[in-house]
């Protein structure tokens, strides 16, 4: 079984995990009805994506 040679320091440790922050989403404002959505999703509020109506699906995904 692999076992460390020495102990892993707390400045070493603290440092590897200053990645695992959880951000806010990024959001942009629609283009057709000027409500906030996410970038590269459908809108919400008007269900338009690049200047195009997007119907959501009659039957809900199993």
């Not at 922050?21 to 690049?50: L, M």
Request: glycine share 4%; charged share 30%.
């Amino acid at each position: 079984m692999a076992v460390p040679k020495r102990k892993t320091s707390q400045s070493r440790r603290d440092k590897r995990r200053a990645q695992h922050a959880i951000s806010a989403p990024r959001v942009s404002t629609c283009e057709n009805c000027g409500s906030p959505k996410q970038a590269h999703r459908v809108c919400p509020t008007c269900n338009t994506y690049r200047g195009r109506e997007i119907r959501p699906l009659r039957a809900p995904a199993p």
